[in-house]
């Protein structure tokens, strides 16, 4: 195995890896907060990634099709949580119900305004493409990109969570929620923001996913499979969990690809199998 | 528990009710009181369609749908002595579904044959059914099996091929263009193995050596990894037997950004430049090769009409599974045009085993006596119509092509079916 196939097989690893990271990490986020097993994440990465195919398409703008697919996965997301989660706070079957329902919904009224052919947000279009030749070594650019954003994303998130008024009031919020509203933080906005946030972070995972993986109607419920494995390995709730969680999975796979292909389909759920013989509660979570 | 009992005594009286109202209606129509066909003799002859119309292959259900209507449309709901009525139902892409919806076709709504279904995991199960009932079935899987170990005598495959029979002459092309040795990347089930092995053992036989045999599996949705290690690898071709899904775009996208494209020729299966991917990847499939039984940029004057004429009416071009439906529905009126009595079951099989596929779509060949169409393959390359629209046009004919290509088949059928194991007849 030459170097620099190793190489290109790292990055692989990791550039699939961090799209995995932008997938897990609002549905962690929000699990960390509200405790709700957002299964609706799926249909914001839908409604993310289509809505930036039909921008990109239109506008020939990468970035205009980032930023509608965010704010309308935004939006839709809000809808959700103000409309119809609100109502069933705190029950958890009927919110898992609920959130699964939404995913269903979106996931057939897609199928039936785009069909079910293979779409994808074109390449070029203001966004990094071709690729990146080095020598002998050759990668495309657009991988590098994503291992880009996710990076800028992943650390604005860790920061934000860590060192800003808002981070604080929601790691109060996930530490006790009951203790932290009688000191008068109003909860219920915490709640709707937060939920707003990881509902735009799928939107933004779709619109970058669909440059690199064709979308079809049922793209949200194989993100949202990823995402929950991705915060099973890394631990329910936990930013760095789903970060370290992500890489690990993406390099596994890569590598599982070439070295053991007879255990291909085995790379994205044997890593979370152990963790949860293992560790239950996952690599960075804290035991119940 | 009474409410529940009572409730659903209800409901079967109304059904019921429904039912005896509906079965004066359709005696009427065949009694003479309809009189607007000339030739209504009053036979109504009942074609079942199941179809994936939701679900992840709900696009082909639209696709068969349309060519089904474009069929009647040009042919007439009248075919000799017979009225045609049509039964759609759903399969929702799950072979339960399409088992429990051929039952209801045949049990509740009598017809007299069924189309489909398309997928393969579909198509064994539906057949097996169909044929204990004694049903005419017009299968459209491409699943090699239908029509060899398990060929059965009501099941006749219409509307596909083989899937190793549109990989054999793609494996004897690349063989002729001078390659001597190839790796073959395909998705890991049925369809891919087959796929595979009609190219490797076409290849093979022509002289041609196979190095590297990759396989995916069906849910990857990355395949960064499989294509840096056939960008590794120092071959003459590469075949690509893909399932035709995004599975198929994503490997053209990521051979295209990791500069395989530009380096190895690469030849593919019936599905893998699919006008669905065309579409989605654009111009980096320019020039790519595959084979399959349709070409909608096929200049023959039949196919091109066809083409033409589906194009104006529905804004797209046909999908495979369109002209599929279509040249099924052509075999039904061949023979229901020369039928004085009403044709059922085993009767209706053989008549429609002796259709001369010259007479629709196909354009040449005739059936085998497992069932199997004997007919033209094409090698296609992807080019740019005048419009600007991504075509498959045809470049090669290989004509009466066998689903056991020239191999003997008492030979072929003691064989295993392909695997992953099994590639090279």
Sequence with gaps: MSGVFLLQQLLNGISFGALLFLIASGFTLVFGLMRISNLAHGAFYLVGAYLAVVTVAATHSFWLGLLVGAVAAAVVGLGLERGLLRRVRGREMPEVLLTVGVLFVIADLVLWIFGGDPKSVNSGNGAPSGALVI?????????????????????????AQRYSKFGAIVRAGVDNREAASALGIDIDRVFTWVFVLGAALAGIAGAIGSGLLSLSPTSGTEMLLYAMVVVIVGGLGSITGAAVGAVLIGLIDAFTKVLFPEFAYFTIFAPMGLVLVFRPQGLFGRAA | MIRKISAAAGVTLAAALVLTACAPSSGLSGGGEATDGPADTGQTFKIGVLAPMTSWAGAIGVDMQQGWDMFLADQGQEIGSFKIETVWEDTASDPDTALTKARKLVQEDHVDLVIGPVLASEGLVVG?????????????????????????????????????QMSFPVGDWASKQGYKTAATICVDYAFGWESCGGFVSAFTAAGGTVTNQLWYPGDASDLSSYVSQLGSLDVDVIFVGSAGGTDSSNFFRTASDFGLLTKTPIVSNCCTTDQAILEDVGDIALGQISGSFYAEGNDDPVVAGFVEQYESKFGVLPSLYSFAVYSTG??????????????TGQALADAIRGVDLGSTIIGSGSLDEYGNPVGPV????????????????VIETYDDVSQFWTFDPKAYLANPPFSQEFQQQ
């Design chain 2, 378 to 393: 094409f090698i296609r390359q992807v080019v740019k119509r005048a419009d600007g629209k991504l075509v498959n046009a």
């Design chain 1, 135 to 159: 020598g002998d070594f050759t990668y495309p650019q657009y991988r590098l990109f994503i291992i880009g954003v996710t990076l800028v994303i992943g650390v604005a998130l860790f920061l």
């Design chain 2, 128 to 164: 097996d059914y169909l044929t204990q009932a004694g049903v005419v079935n017009l299968a459209m899987t491409a699943a090699d099996d239908l029509t060899q170990r398990l060929a059965s005598p009501m099941v006749i495959r219409t509307g596909s091929f083989t899937a190793s």
């Design chain 2, 330 to 343: 052509q075999m039904v009126y061949d023979v229901l045009g020369k039928a004085s009595g009403k044709p």
